[in-house]
Protein backbone atom coordinates (compact mmCIF):
# COMPACT_ATOMS: atom_id res chain seq x y z
CA UNK A 1 0.00 0.00 0.00
CA UNK A 2 1.31 3.45 -0.97
CA UNK A 3 0.80 6.70 0.80
CA UNK A 4 1.54 10.06 -0.72
CA UNK A 5 5.11 9.60 -1.24
CA UNK A 6 4.73 6.07 -2.48
CA UNK A 7 6.54 4.27 0.38
CA UNK A 8 5.17 0.50 1.24
CA UNK A 9 3.26 -0.26 4.21
CA UNK A 10 2.95 -3.92 4.67
CA UNK A 11 1.64 -6.95 7.11
CA UNK A 12 -0.87 -9.23 7.59
CA UNK A 13 -1.75 -8.35 11.44
CA UNK A 14 -2.48 -5.06 13.14
CA UNK A 15 1.09 -5.85 15.31
CA UNK A 16 2.75 -6.11 11.61
CA UNK A 17 1.27 -3.30 10.17
CA UNK A 18 1.82 -0.93 13.12
CA UNK A 19 5.63 -2.57 13.13
CA UNK A 20 5.81 -1.36 9.30
CA UNK A 21 5.31 2.37 10.24
CA UNK A 22 7.11 2.13 13.27
CA UNK A 23 10.02 1.25 10.88
CA UNK A 24 9.27 3.67 8.05
CA UNK A 25 8.99 6.35 10.17
CA UNK A 26 12.52 5.38 11.85
CA UNK A 27 13.62 5.50 8.85
CA UNK A 28 12.77 8.57 8.11
CA UNK A 29 10.64 7.45 5.06
CA UNK A 30 7.56 9.04 6.32
CA UNK A 31 7.56 12.33 7.65
CA UNK A 32 6.07 14.17 10.49
CA UNK A 33 3.05 15.74 9.02
CA UNK A 34 2.89 12.76 6.52
CA UNK A 35 -0.27 11.47 5.84
CA UNK A 36 -1.14 7.66 5.83
CA UNK A 37 -4.04 5.72 4.21
CA UNK A 38 -7.12 6.05 4.89
CA UNK A 39 -8.08 2.80 6.77
CA UNK A 40 -10.50 1.50 4.59
CA UNK A 41 -8.00 2.14 1.51
CA UNK A 42 -5.48 0.09 3.14
CA UNK A 43 -7.38 -2.90 4.64
CA UNK A 44 -8.46 -2.76 0.57
CA UNK A 45 -4.96 -3.11 -0.11
CA UNK A 46 -3.77 -5.29 2.16
CA UNK A 47 -6.40 -7.88 1.90
CA UNK A 48 -7.29 -7.45 5.77
CA UNK A 49 -10.13 -6.70 7.63
CA UNK A 50 -11.02 -3.21 8.33
CA UNK A 51 -10.86 -3.47 12.15
CA UNK A 52 -6.93 -5.10 11.54
CA UNK A 53 -6.13 -1.90 9.89
CA UNK A 54 -8.25 0.21 12.60
CA UNK A 55 -6.69 -1.99 15.59
CA UNK A 56 -3.05 -0.77 13.96
CA UNK A 57 -4.03 2.73 14.01
CA UNK A 58 -4.85 2.77 17.29
CA UNK A 59 -1.80 0.72 18.81
CA UNK A 60 0.52 3.24 16.67
CA UNK A 61 -1.91 6.39 18.10
CA UNK A 62 -1.43 5.65 21.55
CA UNK A 63 2.76 4.76 21.05
CA UNK A 64 2.41 9.05 20.00
CA UNK A 65 3.77 7.64 16.25
CA UNK A 66 0.44 9.46 14.58
CA UNK A 67 -2.30 11.66 15.29
CA UNK A 68 -5.75 11.21 14.31
CA UNK A 69 -7.55 14.59 12.99
CA UNK A 70 -10.99 12.86 12.36
CA UNK A 71 -11.95 13.49 8.93
CA UNK A 72 -9.09 15.38 8.04
CA UNK A 73 -7.01 11.80 8.26
CA UNK A 74 -4.24 10.29 10.03
CA UNK A 75 -0.98 11.79 10.03
CA UNK A 76 2.75 11.08 11.43
CA UNK A 77 3.00 12.72 14.79
CA UNK A 78 4.95 16.68 14.75
CA UNK A 79 8.18 16.22 16.53
CA UNK A 80 7.57 19.46 18.53
CA UNK A 81 6.72 20.21 22.12
CA UNK A 82 3.47 19.81 22.79
CA UNK A 83 1.16 22.79 24.92
CA UNK A 84 1.28 21.63 28.73
CA UNK A 85 -0.20 23.20 31.63
CA UNK A 86 1.77 25.14 33.74
CA UNK A 87 5.22 24.80 31.74
CA UNK A 88 6.61 27.60 29.25
CA UNK A 89 10.90 28.37 28.83
CA UNK A 90 9.83 31.76 30.15
CA UNK A 91 13.37 32.70 30.50
CA UNK A 92 13.78 36.44 31.89
CA UNK A 93 9.93 36.57 31.11
CA UNK A 94 7.64 37.24 33.73
CA UNK A 95 5.32 34.19 33.50
CA UNK A 96 1.43 34.98 33.67
CA UNK A 97 0.83 31.41 31.31
CA UNK A 98 1.32 29.00 33.93
CA UNK A 99 -2.14 28.06 35.19
CA UNK A 100 -0.80 27.14 38.36
CA UNK A 101 -2.10 27.17 42.08
CA UNK A 102 -0.19 29.74 44.95
CA UNK A 103 2.10 27.82 46.64
CA UNK A 104 1.00 29.62 49.98
CA UNK A 105 -2.60 28.64 49.72
CA UNK A 106 -1.75 25.04 49.32
CA UNK A 107 -2.14 23.18 53.24
CA UNK A 108 1.33 22.21 55.09
CA UNK A 109 1.51 18.38 54.45
CA UNK A 110 3.51 17.53 57.78
CA UNK A 111 0.26 16.96 59.98
CA UNK A 112 -1.17 14.91 57.19
CA UNK A 113 2.07 12.82 56.57
CA UNK A 114 2.16 12.03 60.30
CA UNK A 115 -1.96 10.79 60.09
CA UNK A 116 -0.64 9.06 56.88
CA UNK A 117 1.65 6.45 59.54
CA UNK A 118 -0.03 3.08 60.07
CA UNK A 119 -0.07 -0.23 60.00
CA UNK A 120 1.42 -1.19 55.94
CA UNK A 121 -0.96 -2.04 53.56
CA UNK A 122 -0.43 -5.82 51.77
CA UNK A 123 -1.65 -7.12 48.32
CA UNK A 124 -5.25 -8.12 47.95
CA UNK A 125 -6.41 -5.26 50.88
CA UNK A 126 -8.86 -2.77 49.09
CA UNK A 127 -7.90 -0.31 46.64
CA UNK A 128 -10.05 2.39 48.68
CA UNK A 129 -8.71 3.38 52.14
CA UNK A 130 -11.64 2.78 54.45
CA UNK A 131 -10.98 6.94 55.79
CA UNK A 132 -10.87 7.96 52.00
CA UNK A 133 -13.88 6.35 50.71
CA UNK A 134 -16.84 7.17 53.35
CA UNK A 135 -15.38 10.78 52.93
CA UNK A 136 -15.55 10.53 49.16
CA UNK A 137 -19.34 9.32 49.15
CA UNK A 138 -20.54 12.03 51.76
CA UNK A 139 -18.25 14.32 49.24
CA UNK A 140 -19.21 13.12 45.93
CA UNK A 141 -23.06 11.70 46.72
CA UNK A 142 -24.97 14.91 46.88
CA UNK A 143 -24.23 15.87 42.93
CA UNK A 144 -24.47 12.44 41.57
CA UNK A 145 -27.30 10.88 39.36
CA UNK A 146 -27.77 7.61 41.52
CA UNK A 147 -28.23 6.64 45.35
CA UNK A 148 -25.23 6.90 47.73
CA UNK A 149 -25.99 2.83 47.47
CA UNK A 150 -25.80 2.85 43.90
CA UNK A 151 -22.81 4.68 44.14
CA UNK A 152 -19.68 3.33 42.61
CA UNK A 153 -16.04 5.06 43.42
CA UNK A 154 -12.66 4.60 40.94
CA UNK A 155 -9.28 5.99 42.13
CA UNK A 156 -6.87 7.29 39.71
CA UNK A 157 -3.70 9.20 39.44
CA UNK A 158 -5.93 12.80 38.69
CA UNK A 159 -8.32 13.82 36.34
CA UNK A 160 -6.39 13.71 33.25
CA UNK A 161 -6.32 9.49 34.27
CA UNK A 162 -9.14 9.52 34.86
CA UNK A 163 -10.83 11.24 31.85
CA UNK A 164 -8.31 8.76 29.77
CA UNK A 165 -9.38 5.80 31.38
CA UNK A 166 -12.78 6.32 31.08
CA UNK A 167 -13.04 7.04 27.09
CA UNK A 168 -10.68 4.35 26.56
CA UNK A 169 -13.47 2.14 28.14
CA UNK A 170 -15.90 3.42 25.94
CA UNK A 171 -14.68 4.37 22.61
CA UNK A 172 -12.73 2.77 19.77
CA UNK A 173 -10.43 4.63 17.43
CA UNK A 174 -12.68 6.96 15.15
CA UNK A 175 -15.51 7.02 17.73
CA UNK A 176 -16.39 10.29 18.05
CA UNK A 177 -16.22 12.44 21.71
CA UNK A 178 -17.94 15.64 22.01
CA UNK A 179 -15.07 18.30 23.94
CA UNK A 180 -15.83 22.21 25.06
CA UNK A 181 -13.88 24.30 22.50
CA UNK A 182 -11.84 26.00 23.76
CA UNK A 183 -10.97 22.91 25.09
CA UNK A 184 -8.34 21.87 28.23
CA UNK A 185 -5.09 21.33 26.43
CA UNK A 186 -4.98 17.56 28.06
CA UNK A 187 -8.62 16.49 26.82
CA UNK A 188 -7.05 17.83 23.09
CA UNK A 189 -4.31 15.38 23.60
CA UNK A 190 -6.64 12.73 24.93
CA UNK A 191 -8.52 12.25 21.57
CA UNK A 192 -5.39 13.06 19.83
CA UNK A 193 -3.58 10.03 20.55
CA UNK A 194 -6.44 7.46 21.45
CA UNK A 195 -7.61 8.12 17.72
CA UNK A 196 -10.87 9.55 18.70
CA UNK A 197 -12.74 12.05 16.47
CA UNK A 198 -13.09 15.53 18.69
CA UNK A 199 -16.55 16.99 17.52
CA UNK A 200 -16.43 20.76 18.99
CA UNK A 201 -18.86 22.23 21.35
CA UNK A 202 -18.92 25.78 22.18
CA UNK A 203 -18.68 26.88 25.16
CA UNK A 204 -20.05 30.92 26.38
CA UNK A 205 -20.61 32.55 29.75
CA UNK A 206 -23.09 30.33 31.10
CA UNK A 207 -21.37 27.23 29.57
CA UNK A 208 -21.45 24.25 27.00
CA UNK A 209 -24.15 25.46 24.37
CA UNK A 210 -27.42 23.13 24.40
CA UNK A 211 -27.35 24.09 20.44
CA UNK A 212 -23.47 22.81 20.37
CA UNK A 213 -23.84 19.40 22.14
CA UNK A 214 -27.52 19.01 19.66
CA UNK A 215 -25.60 19.23 16.93
CA UNK A 216 -22.38 16.97 18.30
CA UNK A 217 -24.85 13.75 19.37
CA UNK A 218 -26.54 14.56 15.67
CA UNK A 219 -22.83 13.44 14.66
CA UNK A 220 -22.83 10.36 16.45
CA UNK A 221 -20.42 11.12 19.59
CA UNK A 222 -20.81 7.60 21.96
CA UNK A 223 -19.20 10.68 24.90
CA UNK A 224 -19.29 13.96 26.49
CA UNK A 225 -16.42 15.85 27.92
CA UNK A 226 -17.88 18.47 29.90
CA UNK A 227 -16.97 20.98 32.26
CA UNK A 228 -19.60 21.94 35.01
CA UNK A 229 -17.13 24.98 36.79
CA UNK A 230 -14.01 26.87 36.01
CA UNK A 231 -14.10 25.68 32.42
CA UNK A 232 -10.23 25.56 31.75
CA UNK A 233 -9.62 28.09 29.90
CA UNK A 234 -12.83 30.30 29.78
CA UNK A 235 -13.54 29.90 33.43
CA UNK A 236 -16.95 29.68 32.48
CA UNK A 237 -19.52 28.05 35.11
CA UNK A 238 -22.32 26.19 34.43
CA UNK A 239 -25.76 28.45 35.17
CA UNK A 240 -29.33 26.39 36.60
CA UNK A 241 -30.62 27.54 33.55
CA UNK A 242 -27.99 26.16 30.96
CA UNK A 243 -27.58 22.92 32.90
CA UNK A 244 -31.77 22.09 32.87
CA UNK A 245 -31.49 22.52 28.75
CA UNK A 246 -28.13 20.24 28.80
CA UNK A 247 -30.26 17.24 30.75
CA UNK A 248 -33.29 18.00 28.31
CA UNK A 249 -30.79 17.26 24.91
CA UNK A 250 -29.18 14.47 26.82
CA UNK A 251 -33.19 13.05 27.76
CA UNK A 252 -33.14 11.47 24.35
CA UNK A 253 -29.56 9.75 24.77
CA UNK A 254 -29.25 8.30 28.03
CA UNK A 255 -26.34 6.04 27.04
CA UNK A 256 -23.82 8.12 25.83
CA UNK A 257 -21.15 8.06 28.00
CA UNK A 258 -21.32 11.67 30.05
CA UNK A 259 -18.06 12.99 31.88
CA UNK A 260 -18.41 15.66 34.53
CA UNK A 261 -14.63 16.88 35.36
CA UNK A 262 -15.60 18.95 38.48
CA UNK A 263 -11.78 19.77 39.25
CA UNK A 264 -12.01 23.31 40.81
CA UNK A 265 -14.64 22.13 42.83
CA UNK A 266 -13.35 22.77 46.45
CA UNK A 267 -11.87 26.18 45.27
CA UNK A 268 -15.21 27.05 43.45
CA UNK A 269 -17.70 29.04 45.27
CA UNK A 270 -20.05 28.89 41.98
CA UNK A 271 -22.81 26.00 42.75
CA UNK A 272 -22.50 22.61 41.04
CA UNK A 273 -25.56 21.85 38.53
CA UNK A 274 -25.49 17.99 37.29
CA UNK A 275 -25.94 18.02 33.35
CA UNK A 276 -27.46 15.02 33.62
CA UNK A 277 -30.29 13.22 35.34
CA UNK A 278 -31.48 10.17 37.97
CA UNK A 279 -32.17 8.37 34.03
CA UNK A 280 -29.12 8.87 32.54
CA UNK A 281 -27.46 5.34 31.90
CA UNK A 282 -23.87 6.05 31.66
CA UNK A 283 -21.93 8.66 33.69
CA UNK A 284 -19.18 9.73 35.13
CA UNK A 285 -18.29 12.35 37.79
CA UNK A 286 -14.97 13.16 38.77
CA UNK A 287 -13.16 15.54 41.09
CA UNK A 288 -9.13 15.84 41.89
CA UNK A 289 -7.21 17.25 44.71
CA UNK A 290 -4.63 18.79 42.98
CA UNK A 291 -6.17 22.36 42.32
CA UNK A 292 -5.91 22.85 46.17
CA UNK A 293 -3.80 20.20 48.09
CA UNK A 294 -1.05 20.66 44.90
CA UNK A 295 -0.29 19.11 41.72
CA UNK A 296 2.16 16.35 43.49
CA UNK A 297 -1.03 14.88 45.20
CA UNK A 298 -1.54 13.31 42.09
CA UNK A 299 -5.28 11.38 43.22
CA UNK A 300 -8.89 11.64 41.55
CA UNK A 301 -11.90 10.24 42.55
CA UNK A 302 -14.39 9.10 40.31
CA UNK A 303 -18.14 8.30 40.75
CA UNK A 304 -20.20 6.32 38.12
CA UNK A 305 -22.55 4.11 37.47
CA UNK A 306 -22.25 0.57 37.68
CA UNK A 307 -22.03 -0.29 33.83
CA UNK A 308 -19.47 2.05 33.51
CA UNK A 309 -17.70 1.23 37.03
CA UNK A 310 -17.33 -2.62 35.69
CA UNK A 311 -16.21 -1.29 32.03
CA UNK A 312 -13.45 1.06 33.91
CA UNK A 313 -12.49 -2.15 36.20
CA UNK A 314 -12.19 -3.86 32.82
CA UNK A 315 -9.32 -1.24 31.85
CA UNK A 316 -7.29 -1.31 34.67
CA UNK A 317 -4.53 -3.76 34.93
CA UNK A 318 -3.54 -4.95 38.26
CA UNK A 319 -0.27 -2.71 38.42
CA UNK A 320 -2.71 0.57 37.97
CA UNK A 321 -5.46 0.15 40.35
CA UNK A 322 -3.29 0.29 43.09
CA UNK A 323 -3.31 4.28 44.19
CA UNK A 324 -0.85 4.30 47.16
CA UNK A 325 -3.04 4.31 50.14
CA UNK A 326 -0.21 6.42 52.09
CA UNK A 327 -1.14 8.93 49.43
CA UNK A 328 -4.53 8.43 49.84
CA UNK A 329 -4.56 8.73 53.75
CA UNK A 330 -2.58 12.21 53.46
CA UNK A 331 -5.53 13.37 51.12
CA UNK A 332 -8.14 12.25 53.69
CA UNK A 333 -6.21 14.15 56.78
CA UNK A 334 -6.02 17.06 54.79
CA UNK A 335 -9.71 17.27 53.60
CA UNK A 336 -11.00 16.58 57.28
CA UNK A 337 -8.59 19.24 58.72
CA UNK A 338 -10.53 22.40 59.53
CA UNK A 339 -7.41 24.26 59.35
CA UNK A 340 -6.78 23.06 55.86
CA UNK A 341 -10.09 23.49 54.46
CA UNK A 342 -10.75 27.30 55.34
CA UNK A 343 -7.40 27.79 53.96
CA UNK A 344 -9.00 25.74 50.54
CA UNK A 345 -11.62 28.26 50.83
CA UNK A 346 -9.82 31.39 51.22
CA UNK A 347 -7.82 30.29 47.98
CA UNK A 348 -10.57 30.01 45.81
CA UNK A 349 -11.51 33.77 47.49
CA UNK A 350 -8.42 35.28 46.46
CA UNK A 351 -8.37 33.68 42.98
CA UNK A 352 -11.79 35.00 42.25
CA UNK A 353 -10.90 38.38 43.67
CA UNK A 354 -7.70 38.74 41.94
CA UNK A 355 -9.18 37.78 39.17
CA UNK A 356 -12.23 40.42 39.58
CA UNK A 357 -9.79 42.85 40.40
CA UNK A 358 -7.64 42.71 37.36
CA UNK A 359 -10.33 41.99 35.02
CA UNK A 360 -11.71 45.87 36.37
CA UNK A 361 -8.51 47.31 35.71
CA UNK A 362 -8.51 46.32 32.12
CA UNK A 363 -12.09 47.75 31.64
CA UNK A 364 -11.41 50.65 33.07
CA UNK A 365 -8.65 51.35 30.29
CA UNK A 366 -10.99 50.19 27.43
CA UNK A 367 -10.35 46.55 27.14
CA UNK A 368 -13.74 44.95 28.59
CA UNK A 369 -13.31 41.88 30.31
CA UNK A 370 -15.50 39.58 32.30
CA UNK A 371 -13.75 37.50 35.08
CA UNK A 372 -14.87 34.01 35.37
CA UNK A 373 -14.15 31.15 37.58
CA UNK A 374 -10.93 29.44 38.20
CA UNK A 375 -6.92 30.08 38.89
CA UNK A 376 -6.92 32.13 35.11
CA UNK A 377 -8.59 34.67 33.30
CA UNK A 378 -9.83 34.62 29.89
CA UNK A 379 -9.00 37.91 28.03
CA UNK A 380 -10.53 39.30 24.66
CA UNK A 381 -8.18 40.95 22.43
CA UNK A 382 -9.39 42.79 19.07
CA UNK A 383 -6.87 41.24 17.40
CA UNK A 384 -4.61 38.02 16.43
CA UNK A 385 -3.49 37.19 19.95
CA UNK A 386 -0.41 35.98 18.56
CA UNK A 387 0.26 39.43 17.86
CA UNK A 388 -0.57 40.68 21.47
CA UNK A 389 1.81 37.88 22.89
CA UNK A 390 4.85 39.10 20.78
CA UNK A 391 4.18 42.42 21.53
CA UNK A 392 4.09 41.57 25.77
CA UNK A 393 7.26 39.33 25.01
CA UNK A 394 8.80 42.87 24.44
CA UNK A 395 7.88 44.10 27.02
CA UNK A 396 8.52 41.32 29.11
CA UNK A 397 5.85 39.20 29.64
CA UNK A 398 5.16 35.71 28.72
CA UNK A 399 1.08 34.70 28.09
CA UNK A 400 -0.15 32.00 26.70
CA UNK A 401 -2.66 32.68 23.72
CA UNK A 402 -6.16 31.26 22.72
CA UNK A 403 -4.69 29.20 19.77
CA UNK A 404 -3.59 26.32 22.11
CA UNK A 405 -6.72 25.78 23.19
CA UNK A 406 -8.48 25.76 20.13
CA UNK A 407 -10.20 22.04 19.25
CA UNK A 408 -11.15 22.53 15.50
CA UNK A 409 -7.78 22.03 13.13
CA UNK A 410 -7.11 25.11 11.05
CA UNK A 411 -9.55 27.12 13.09
CA UNK A 412 -9.16 31.02 12.32
CA UNK A 413 -6.25 32.95 14.70
CA UNK A 414 -7.55 32.95 18.28
CA UNK A 415 -8.19 36.16 19.77
CA UNK A 416 -7.82 35.45 23.20
CA UNK A 417 -5.30 35.37 25.75
CA UNK A 418 -5.05 33.38 29.29
CA UNK A 419 -3.50 35.12 31.78
CA UNK A 420 -2.70 33.55 35.40
CA UNK A 421 -2.26 37.03 37.13
CA UNK A 422 -3.54 35.70 41.30
CA UNK A 423 0.21 36.29 41.97
CA UNK A 424 0.58 39.50 40.88
CA UNK A 425 1.58 42.50 43.23
CA UNK A 426 -0.42 45.78 42.93
CA UNK A 427 2.17 47.51 41.37
CA UNK A 428 3.04 44.50 38.87
CA UNK A 429 -0.91 43.88 38.12
CA UNK A 430 -1.26 47.56 37.30
CA UNK A 431 2.24 47.46 35.16
CA UNK A 432 1.00 44.37 33.20
CA UNK A 433 -2.52 46.11 32.76
CA UNK A 434 -1.30 49.17 31.25
CA UNK A 435 1.47 47.32 29.10
CA UNK A 436 -1.54 44.89 27.80
CA UNK A 437 -3.69 47.78 26.81
CA UNK A 438 -0.66 48.98 24.92
CA UNK A 439 -0.18 45.93 23.11
CA UNK A 440 -3.28 45.43 21.99
CA UNK A 441 -3.45 48.99 20.51
CA UNK A 442 -0.55 48.51 18.24
CA UNK A 443 -1.65 45.28 17.51
CA UNK A 444 -5.12 46.51 15.82
CA UNK A 445 -3.71 49.82 14.75
Keep these: MSTDSDVVISGGTAAEIADSVRALVDRGELVPGQSLPPVRALAEQLGINRNTAVAAYRTLARSGVVVSLGRAGTRVAQRQAVAQEGFAAAGSLRDVATGNPDPRLIPDLGPALTAAAGRPVLYGEPVIDPGLEQWAKEWMSPDAPAEPTDLHLTLTSGAVDAVERLLAQALMRDDAVALEDPCFLASIQIARHGGYRAVPVPVDAEGMTADGLRAALEQGVRAVVCTPRAQNPTGASLSERRAAELREVFAAHPYVLVIQDDYYSLLSHQPFHSIVGPAHRRWALLRSVSKFAGPDMCLAVTATDPETAGRLAQ ?66 VPAPARLVAERLMRRGWLVRTGDDFQLAPGAEPSQHLRLTVHDLDKQAAERLAADLVAAVGESAG
Design 315 to 380: RLSPGTTWVSHLLQRITHAVLTDPAALALIDRAGAHYAARNTAFAAQLTAQGLPVEAGDGMSLWVP
